[in-house]
């Protein structure tokens, strides 16, 4: 049964950083393609950033690029979603994802088969 148990969100001021951790079980990461994704009320679910299975190629949205970094720790069967200089607009619930296809670092929702039950990131500004 695969589980991924996405932890580190957080209250956090303007400024500050968070780093979420996602743990797989059921899966290995660095065979799968995984994604982190955040969602707010009332709007679609977004890609923050992505990471393919094998290798290092990984995908940064444009909003967080050069803040936000994603990472795998194979030994750990974990998945990292470092975020420095957070500003309110980050403030969403952010879940981890897995998709079967791992070639390449997905940036759409629908291309992911597991998913976390998210953890709820919020920055006060």
């Known amino acids: 049964q695969v589980q991924l148990v996405a932890s580190g969100g957080g209250l956090v001021q303007a400024g500050g950083s968070l780093r979420l951790s996602c743990a797989a079980s059921g899966l290995t990461v660095s065979a799968y393609g995984m994604g982190w994704f955040r969602q707010v009320p009332g709007k679609e679910r977004e890609v923050v950033a992505s990471i393919r299975g094998s290798g290092g190629l990984t995908y940064v949205a444009d909003s967080v690029k050069g803040r936000f970094t994603i990472s795998r720790d194979n030994a750990k069967n974990t998945v990292y979603l470092q975020m420095n200089s957070l500003q309110p607009e980050a403030t969403a619930v952010y879940s981890c994802?897995?998709?079967?296809?791992?070639?390449?670092?997905?940036?759409?929702?629908?291309?992911?088969?597991?998913w976390g039950q998210g953890t709820q990131v919020t920055v006060s500004s």
């Open positions: 994802a897995a998709s079967l296809n791992g070639r390449a670092p997905h940036t759409r929702a629908l291309l992911y088969n597991y």
